[in-house]
């Protein structure tokens, strides 16, 4: 089963929203709504929900935050993404409910809830070798198929696919940051401009955040790819670097699965491509420079004075981000020597 | 009177809440104290260090924001912010300005900025090891 923390009661500060959103699906359903759980995630603040008339099923109610990793969220064009990847056979939840903000003040989308395992690197690491390889096959064959989707059908047609759109998106994250700064972020912006001239590839559907913490697991098969607010049109090697994460060699594990090498290579064989590691390195700097704006912006809410609440977890990307700085600068350094 | 060490009274401190108070944590409260403990566990073995880190980092900045080319010193107002304000606000400029990455003394300047800041990036992550917690919490992502 998907993790799940909290109890039934004690939701702090967000107590009067979701009570308002609980009684207003009721109301909708016609029938007793409870809520079971805190759903996981940071994206996002989600609430689990059961339906008396709908007996054994479970629902997710997902708000956009006020103050999220992201500067702007928009449940509508994520559920009609949604929507449309379920028409086309993706597993992905079905939309249930789209609230608007006159309801409870934000957007809200309830989906419904989908059983499973949701791995982690960690968890992955401890499953045997043949296994390892079944979900990191399993893994790549659903990412190609994701890119293989007739993008056009399923977002706005007037996105800038290319690099320099991505660039300006999570630019906007670093110009608004108020107490952090990061003088490494602002060179890789810089970078990735200079950089970007020989890597102008393919364009497709591009998840965005797809990793182990967004997929749900029935043994070896996915049965549920989660989190599509950060999906846009892009190049696929995005997708590809991003679940690289860490992984600076060709050695280095890929979320406890395989090496990054063997990865690839499945990708590879997955997508009927070949993937230049200078592609790769490319991608996976601009993938862990979206990772690094994304964890400042969380580093810099949670340090600005005045804030009713800081979350313990963003205050550990002041580590978090020692981190990402060193990933990027390691692979620019692999990336300059291969010139 | 004699002084404890930062890094000791963290220690202590992290002592502390590990055996006195997170046994008695109700298991709601327990993973945001565990993120806590954890770090001041982090900060407790470089508290020191840390000072001399953002000593060298400030040099570096002056150093880069000094040698700056004057064709993008010329559009930015650097006067007045602290030095690592300034080399962010040269090198949003450049992002802005993306022709100007063609000029060659431009190109020289980030070849400098990059081995400056790999330089630095690699005696500030030796003192920024994961702990036992932060590894932990890393895990579950």
Do not use: K
Request: hydrophobic content about 40%; aromatic content about 6%.
């Amino acid at each position: 089963m998907r993790t799940e923390t909290g109890s039934a009661t004690g939701w702090g500060v967000e107590s009067s929203l979701i009570e308002r959103i609980r009684t207003h699906i009721a109301a909708h359903w016609g029938a007793d709504v409870r809520i079971v759980g805190r759903a996981p995630g940071h994206s996002h603040d989600g609430w689990i929900m059961t339906c008396a008339d709908r007996p054994g099923q479970r629902f997710l109610v997902r708000t956009e935050p006020r103050d999220g990793p992201f500067l702007t969220y928009d449940a509508i064009r994520e559920a009609e993404l949604l929507g449309g990847l379920a028409r086309l056979g993706l597993p992905v939840p079905h939309v249930l409910m789209v609230g608007g903000p006159e309801i409870c003040g934000v957007r809200f989308l309830v989906l419904d809830w989908i059983d499973g395992v949701v791995h982690t690197p960690h968890s992955a690491a401890c499953l045997g070798g043949a296994e390892r390889i079944a979900y990191a096959t399993e893994f790549v064959q659903t990412l190609t198929r994701l890119h293989r989707l007739p993008w056009t059908d399923l977002l706005d047609r007037g996105q800038d696919p290319s690099v320099s759109g991505l660039l300006r998106q999570f630019g906007r994250t670093l110009d608004q940051l108020v107490v952090v700064s990061s003088v490494v972020l602002d060179y890789v912006r810089v970078w990735l401009q200079q950089a970007a001239v020989a890597h102008s590839g393919e364009v497709a559907l591009v998840h965005g955040d797809f990793r182990l913490g967004n997929l749900v697991w029935r043994d070896a098969r996915i049965v549920g790819i989660l989190d599509w607010e950060t999906a846009r049109v892009g190049d696929p090697l995005f997708d590809l670097a991003w679940s690289c994460m860490g992984a600076t060699s060709g050695e280095s594990p890929v979320m406890g699965l395989v090496s990054r090498d063997e990865f690839v290579a499945l990708y590879a064989r997955a997508a009927g491509r070949d993937v230049a590691v200078r592609d790769l390195i490319f991608w996976q700097v601009a993938a862990a420079w979206v990772r690094g704006c994304t964890e400042a912006r969380l580093l810099d809410l949670s340090v600005t004075p005045d804030r009713p609440e800081t979350d313990a977890r963003d205050l550990s990307w002041e580590f978090g981000l020692y981190r990402t700085e060193h990933e990027l600068l390691s692979l620019i350094d692999q990336y300059e020597q291969g010139r | 009177m004699h002084a404890v060490e930062p890094g000791d009274l963290l220690r202590i401190v992290v002592r502390i809440l590990e055996t006195q108070v997170l046994p008695a944590t109700e298991e709601a409260a327990r993973a945001t104290l565990l993120l806590s403990v954890g770090i001041l566990d982090n900060l407790s073995g470089r508290v020191e260090e840390r000072r001399d880190l953002v000593t060298a980092r400030e040099q570096r900045d002056r150093a880069l924001v000094e040698s700056v080319p004057e064709r993008i010193r010329a559009g930015v107002d650097g006067a007045g912010v602290p030095v690592n304000r300034a080399l962010s606000r040269y090198l949003r400029q450049l992002a802005e300005h993306p022709t100007l990455l063609t000029e060659p003394d431009v190109s020289a300047w980030l070849e400098r900025c990059r081995q400056a800041l790999l330089r630095q990036s690699a005696e500030e992550i030796a003192l920024m090891r994961p702990t036992r917690y932060l590894h932990s919490q890393r895990s579950r992502s």
